[in-house]
């Protein structure tokens, strides 16, 4: 079963290394997908994969909160923020939902400090003047937001944020059996120590059609090859796609 928008998507399982180069080793994809009659369209409007709907078992073994990981990356797997194709309306739109999803950030050091230099709003309590309309509705959502912060080297954090103590696997793990709607993940070096201890449970990837051919590169030094479900895809008239990956049902 499909829901119906512009664009196609093959309803095989593929490889992630067919977006992604030298990741491959790393990530493989789940497929094919089950029986149309067990899927249900979880976003409307999107021509997209599926989603099969867990039994009241599966749900329940489910941490209390989802830590969802959502990153921009080329083709050849860099997630550099410099690096990906400039954004405009349609993918800030995106990014403003994805925050909604979910009720509290989570970020290393790097992370929190670049996202508070350009999002936090301003003691005047007006936005700059080079923010657009996409811009600003984006960080009217993210300014309130309880954040976390995983880092060994500073002392306080503020902006609505709470410095994780002790072991970081631990700290996270701690931070997902508190009640709440998600967990909101970004960065690149954290994540790859999160994924490696298995507490991510939904993987977003928007891969941009640049080879960067540099820079960072995603869930570099995970370690051990990580099997993933693709259970949703779109387009953006970028060019850029949405692709949601979680672990597979067994």
Same mark, same amino acid.
């Given at each position: 079963?499909?829901?119906?928008? #512009?664009?196609?998507? !093959?309803?095989? #399982?593929?490889?992630?290394? /067919?977006?992604? %180069?030298? $990741?491959?080793?790393?990530?493989?994809?789940?497929? =094919?997908? +089950?029986?149309?009659?067990?899927? @249900?369209?979880?976003?409307?409007?999107?021509?997209?994969? /599926?989603?099969?709907?867990?039994? =009241?078992? +599966? &749900?329940?073994?489910?941490?209390?909160?989802?830590?969802?990981?959502?990153?921009?990356?080329?083709?050849? %797997?860099?997630?550099?923020?410099?690096?990906?194709? =400039?954004?405009?309306?349609?993918?800030?739109?995106?990014?403003?939902? &994805?925050?909604?999803?979910?009720?509290?950030?989570?970020?290393?050091?790097?992370?929190?400090?670049?996202?508070?230099?350009?999002?936090?709003?301003?003691?005047?309590?007006?936005?700059? !003047?080079?923010?657009?309309?996409?811009?600003?509705? $984006?960080? +009217?959502?993210?300014?309130?937001?309880?954040? *976390?912060?995983?880092?060994?080297?500073?002392?306080?954090?503020?902006?609505? /944020?709470?410095?994780?103590?002790?072991?970081?696997?631990?700290?996270?793990?701690?931070?997902?059996?508190?009640?709440?709607?998600?967990? *909101?993940?970004?960065?690149?070096?954290?994540?790859? /120590?999160? *994924?490696?201890? #298995?507490?991510?449970?939904?993987?977003?990837?928007?891969?941009? =059609?640049?080879? @960067?051919?540099?820079?960072?590169?995603?869930? &570099?030094?995970?370690? &051990?090859?990580?099997?993933? +479900?693709?259970?949703?895809?779109?387009? $953006?008239?970028? #060019?850029?796609?949405?692709?949601?990956?979680?672990?597979?049902?067994?």
């Amino acid at each position: 079963m499909e829901c119906e928008r #512009g664009s196609s998507v !093959d309803a095989s #399982g593929v490889l992630l290394a /067919a977006s992604f %180069g030298r $990741f491959e080793v790393a990530m493989e994809v789940v497929g =094919p997908p +089950e029986p149309a009659e067990a899927f @249900a369209c979880r976003r409307s409007g999107s021509r997209q994969r /599926a989603l099969p709907r867990r039994s =009241p078992g +599966e &749900e329940a073994e489910v941490m209390t909160q989802p830590l969802r990981y959502a990153i921009n990356v080329t083709l050849d %797997g860099c997630c550099s923020h410099e690096e990906g194709l =400039p954004p405009d309306a349609e993918s800030m739109a995106f990014w403003t939902d &994805e925050l909604r999803r979910s009720d509290t950030l989570l970020y290393g050091r790097v992370t929190y400090e670049l996202m508070q230099g350009a999002w936090r709003r301003p003691e005047s309590g007006k936005w700059p !003047d080079w923010m657009d309309a996409s811009e600003v509705a $984006f960080s +009217e959502v993210m300014d309130p937001m309880r954040k *976390a912060v995983a880092s060994a080297t500073l002392d306080a954090v503020d902006w609505n /944020a709470e410095l994780l103590d002790g072991d970081v696997v631990e700290a996270v793990r701690r931070l997902k059996e508190r009640p709440g709607r998600g967990i *909101a993940l970004g960065g690149v070096r954290l994540p790859a /120590a999160l *994924a490696a201890a #298995g507490l991510i449970d939904e993987y977003t990837f928007v891969v941009h =059609p640049v080879v @960067a051919g540099r820079g960072p590169r995603l869930l &570099e030094g995970i370690g &051990e090859r990580l099997k993933l +479900e693709l259970f949703e895809r779109w387009e $953006f008239g970028s #060019g850029a796609t949405v692709q949601r990956y979680r672990h597979p049902i067994t």
